[in-house]
């Protein structure tokens, strides 16, 4: 099992920054990536970013430029990933939801955080 706690959600105005972070503990050996994605009421939940336990990243193309995201595993039990958003636009609106992906052998696993919410006002 693996726990996921996102914090650093909040109200901001356009153009402004906000840096999200989760928190990963438990079975964080089994992770070989983690990330970030979004979803608005009525819409699928989307990808932001990830990253691989190798460090590389895969980024939406409406966040390129903008956000950045790291991790931070050099800690025995505890992971961080880390999500950087800058010049944020209302479109960002959203609840932002951590996300870890890994394998137990040859059975993949998956967790989500509870999410924080993100609010950009015009």
């Known amino acids: 099992q693996v726990q996921l706690v996102e914090s650093g959600g909040g109200l901001v105005q356009a153009g402004g920054s906000l840096r999200l972070s989760c928190a990963a503990s438990g079975n964080i050996f089994t992770i070989n990536s983690m990330g970030w994605y979004r979803q608005v009421p009525g819409k699928p939940r989307e990808l932001v970013a990830t990253i691989a336990r190798d460090s590389s990243t895969n980024y939406a193309d409406s966040v390129k430029g903008r956000f950045a995201i790291s991790r931070d595993n050099a800690k025995n039990t505890v992971a961080t990933v880390a999500l950087q958003m800058d010049n944020l636009k209302p479109e960002d609106t959203a609840v932002y939801y951590c996300?870890?992906?890994?394998?137990?052998?040859?059975?993949?696993?998956?967790?989500w955080g509870k999410g924080t919410l993100v609010t950009v006002s015009s």
């Open positions: 996300n870890s992906r890994g394998a137990v052998g040859f059975v993949p696993v998956e967790y």
